[in-house]
């Protein structure tokens, strides 16, 4: 068997399959991503900022967000968008934080002080609902929530 001529030999570039393997699932990733778009309502006052938070594991709510998002409050009501999500199950947790602590506050007896509000407008009832109870599907593409705040 001849080898091949100097200008038909083929050079291999040392990370051409990994290169090629992460270029394909990042293609495939990016086709089934999806952009969530979050509408809290019910906002009465123009105070603080609005802290959304995005879960995707049920062992996580409502303690471990996935993702994190803030807007400035104004009556009425605020969006906020999460960008390039894998489509698949989430719940979201919202509260106005009014005096911009980062923290929702609680009162003695542990009931909050601040608007709250979660996905499918969920209400737990000695503390937050659970994970199921707020939970939603996102498909491929772009898909819109609402909620309201409590």
Not at 14 to 34: E, T, V, Y
Not at 71 to 76: D, L, R
Request: glycine share 10%.
């Amino acid at each position: 068997m001849k080898p091949n001529p100097p200008h038909c030999r083929r050079t291999r570039h040392p990370l051409g399959w990994p290169l090629l393997l992460l270029s394909a699932g990042l293609a495939g990733w990016s086709a089934n991503a999806a952009d969530l778009s979050v509408t809290i309502g019910g906002l009465k006052s123009a105070d603080g900022q609005v802290l959304v938070a995005l879960f995707s594991e049920a062992g996580d709510f409502p303690a471990r967000p996935w993702r994190r998002a803030s807007t400035a409050a104004k009556p009425g009501a605020v969006t906020v968008t999460f960008k390039d999500l894998p489509a698949g199950t989430y719940a979201v947790s919202t509260f106005q934080d009014v005096n911009g602590n980062q923290t929702l506050d609680k009162n003695i007896l542990g009931q909050p002080k601040e608007p709250y509000g979660f996905s499918r407008d969920a209400r737990g009832l000695f503390g937050p609902p659970s994970f199921d109870a707020t939970r939603f599907s996102v498909p491929s593409g772009a898909y819109a929530l609402e909620l309201q705040l409590q």
